[in-house]
């Protein structure tokens, strides 16, 4: 039987993230999907990995799987609830405790049902964490200066076992779960991809995205210092993905002038693609999907719509998201007294399916990777009008073809366009339409799957020869990769 192009290797599978809020989008929504799609595609299982104290992980991904965005064959497995379900074996001399803390009013603090599941401050600038079992009996104590930075205890409160650092007992979780088998761990946050760099185990290959722009500004050689840790240790994880062309070919040229060598390779997010149809617009009708925050620069999308309505009173935008800039934007608007053209529409579980309606969208971030956003919009058959910002719109829009490319910032020219738009014979909007439909057709699951297929057997592959290079006169060393990649030979079916 030919094994299918999109069957992903049969080894376990892993994708590491912070944790996963409520309300999410953006990097959460992509792993989600892309788990998805690694399940209904790729025929395997995959274990979504969370490291925050949220309190309601059982029940979170109860709702998660009741509204489809959880399937079958994946799980979340949060490091402390794993914890509070199984200990694991006491190693060497006992701990010393931690004095627990005493509760004081401003402490951050977890709850479930009524009991407190981990309690949290500074003192004099450095974090104390207490986690507590669900029955109320002390799971572990956290404190940043200590010798033993973390300290585990059963159920009694004996001390059981302790680490150093926290990247010491994410590691050991990380060894536990993949439990010596051939795995891939792929880290989406930029936050736990700390904890990873440098996790190097023979049968596990780690794979970081970097899911937004790595450059301040788009300026050459300039890292984000939100990633620049990380990415000045590129090369201890086994492959970077990022999602442009654009932004490897900036990335690679950045790390080089740093004397960082790293496996880079471009795999773009996936869309689900509606099914094809008729579908009634108001050529009129603008919408935005976006979080309210400054990195969305919306004032600049409330602007450009002002200038249109003022010379085609038709045109009016919906505005839908929710974050910390929506009091600065809601005054924006009342100031132009737009209300009647410009809705803000809050957060809509559904947000995605107004790009079936609206005629255009409107990105005018300061930065993205490859916003899903402007891809949805496309897969819809709505014409996206977006700044030329690092990275994505150009990696995806044909100006004037399939959509509309803007100077980054040029809001007197993102109003002209959207006049233009509303000027163009139906014929040719409509030919528009179908483009932009055809160019996102390239980013299915099936065909985003298939490549991940690809990039996953390969560097695999790149990182077997990387261990008999590491060690070209050990022959333990090279009897050792060999058998590992026997294994994972085996594993992987081929």
């Known amino acids: ?83 509070r379900q199984q200990l694991p074996r006491a190693r060497g001399a006992s701990p010393t405790a931690h004095t627990l803390l005493v509760p004081q009013e401003h402490d951050v603090v977890a709850m479930h049902e009524g009991t407190v599941l981990s309690r949290a401050r500074h003192i004099d600038g450095r974090l104390a964490v207490d986690r507590f079992r669900r029955d109320g009996s002390l799971l572990a104590t956290e404190r940043d200066g200590e ?9 009694d409160g004996t001390p059981l076992r302790s680490w150093r650092t926290t990247w ?47 450059r301040v500004g788009g300026a050459p050689g300039s890292l984000r210092a939100s990633r620049a840790s990380v990415l000045r240790r590129a090369g201890d994880f086994d492959q970077i993905v990022v999602l442009t062309p654009r932004q490897r070919a900036d990335l690679t040229e950045d790390l080089a002038a740093l004397g960082v060598q790293a496996r880079i390779r471009t795999i773009p997010n996936a869309v689900v693609l509606p099914p094809p149809g008729s579908v009634v617009r108001d050529s009129a009708q603008g919408v935005v999907v976006a979080s309210l925050s400054e990195r969305k620069r919306l004032e600049h999308a409330v602007q450009a719509i002002d200038h249109a309505h003022s010379a085609d009173p038709r045109i009016n935008v919906d505005i839908i998201g929710e974050g910390p800039e929506e009091a600065s934007l809601r005054q924006q608007v009342h100031e132009l007294q737009a209300e ?124 077997i020869l990387d261990t008999a290079r590491d060690h070209p006169l050990t022959v333990q060393a090279r009897r050792r990769a060999g058998i590992v990649r026997r294994r994972i030979l085996w594993a992987l079916g081929r």
């Open 340 to 463: 009647d053209y410009v809705h803000l529409r809050g957060y809509d579980a559904a947000a995605r399916s107004a790009f079936g309606t609206a005629s255009f969208s409107l990105l005018t971030s300061t930065s993205e990777g490859l916003p899903l956003v402007l891809v949805e919009s496309m897969a819809a058959g709505c014409i996206p009008l977006a700044y030329d910002i690092h990275y994505g719109p150009a990696d995806m829009i044909t100006d004037g073809a399939d959509g509309f490319l803007v100077l980054n910032g040029d809001v007197s020219t993102l109003a002209k366009r959207i006049l233009e738009l509303q000027q163009m014979p139906p014929a040719s909007v409509e030919a528009m339409r179908r483009r932009a439909i055809a160019r996102a057709a390239e980013f299915s699951d099936e065909a985003i799957t298939r490549r991940w297929s690809r990039e996953l057997r390969s560097v695999y592959d790149a990182k």
């Open 168 to 214: 010491g007992l994410y590691r050991w979780w990380l060894d536990r779960l993949t439990g010596g088998k051939p795995s891939f761990l792929l880290v989406d946050s930029k936050t736990a991809a700390r904890s990873v760099a440098g996790y190097r185990r023979e049968n596990v290959t780690t794979v970081h995205i970097v899911h937004a722009s790595h």
């Open 147 to 155: 010798e033993q930075k973390i300290v585990l205890y059963t159920a």
């Open 1 to 83: 039987m030919l094994r299918s192009p999109a069957r992903l290797p049969a080894a376990r599978h892993f994708a590491l993230t912070w944790g996963i809020a409520d309300q999410h989008g953006g990097m959460t929504g992509a792993l989600l999907h892309r788990s998805r799609a690694f399940r209904r595609v790729g025929g395997v299982n995959v274990d979504i990995l969370t490291l925050d104290d949220r309190p309601d992980y059982p029940e979170h991904a109860a709702r998660l799987q009741e509204t489809g965005v959880l399937i079958e064959g994946l799980r979340i497995l949060n490091l402390w609830d794993e914890l």
